[in-house]
């Protein structure tokens, strides 16, 4: 409960920090600290999801940083998509769909260390949170 | 500096790409599908990296709702566990956002790969 809870802070911060949903995170701390099967933690993430972004997209739109014409066709646009991988989701053994998020995990890792170490030392006059 | 109004068919194209592609990643993974976004929004759509971040924050409010409302379906989503996990994030989401504005930001990502590399091998061992 405390794990779920700490890992729950961390989803957060890294949310506001990276602009994603946080379920990177959420997903394995549902699976290790609450014992959730793969398909109810990823169910369960996403509806985790909703209220981080939302606070999150304010904090952003207050900042002035939110493109909210593209934001809002990029969501209108996704239904499809996420429906589809809803539906896929569910079509798949949970032990396969486990290793695939694994598989999904080193991925982003690979893609967010890439990032950060090209992007941080080039641009230090463009200063906060530029390196992600 | 951006040009809002540029509605070309090709940016129209590309932001169609991402949300699909994103929705895709989201519904198939319980994620917000940001890693998808912004990404791309960088490299096509030629956003800053704070834009980027932000206005994938936007867009995952609506492929999340949408996701969830689908697994809310099939069953699958828990609500107290979802709050159990998604309360302390708001207060993470909001010191994430800040720290975002005004510090450099690297060894908290590299932090959080060498997290993210932890829990694929947990999940794989499991």
């Not at chain 2, 912004?38 to 834009?51: F, H, N, S």
């Not at chain 2, 932090?111 to 091998?121: D, E, I, P, Q, R």
Request: hydrophobic residues 55%; proline residues 3%.
């Amino acid at each position: 409960m405390i794990g779920a809870i700490v890992i729950g802070l961390a989803a957060g911060v890294v949310a506001g920090l990276l602009g994603v949903g946080g379920g990177v995170l959420f997903v394995p701390g549902l699976v290790f600290f609450l014992g959730l099967d793969q398909h109810h933690a990823e169910a369960t993430s996403l509806l985790a999801i909703i209220p981080v972004a939302i606070v999150g997209t304010y904090r952003q739109d207050r900042y002035g940083n939110v493109r909210r014409h593209d934001a809002l066709l990029l969501g209108l646009l996704s239904v499809a998509g996420a429906a589809g991988g809803v539906t896929l989701a569910n079509a798949l053994s949970g032990a396969f769909l486990r290793d695939a998020f694994a598989g999904l995990l080193v991925i982003v890792a690979a893609q967010l260390v890439r990032r950060t170490l090209r992007r941080a030392p080039a641009r230090p006059g463009e200063g906060a949170g530029a390196g992600l | 500096m951006h040009v809002v109004a540029d509605t070309s068919p090709q940016r129209g194209l590309r932001l169609m790409a991402i949300g699909t592609l994103a929705g895709l990643f989201s519904g198939l993974f319980g994620v917000g599908g940001g890693s998808v976004i912004v990404p791309l929004l960088v490299l096509w759509l030629g956003y800053g990296e704070r834009a980027a971040t932000a206005t994938s924050l936007a867009a995952i409010v609506f492929i999340a709702g949408f996701a969830t409302a689908v697994q809310g379906l099939y069953g699958n989503v828990n609500l107290l566990d979802a709050l159990l996990v998604g309360v302390p994030a708001i207060g993470g989401v909001l010191i994430g956002t800040s720290l975002q504005q005004r510090m450099q930001t690297r060894s908290i990502a590299l932090l959080f790969a060498a997290v993210l590399v932890a829990s694929a091998v947990e999940l794989v061992l499991r």
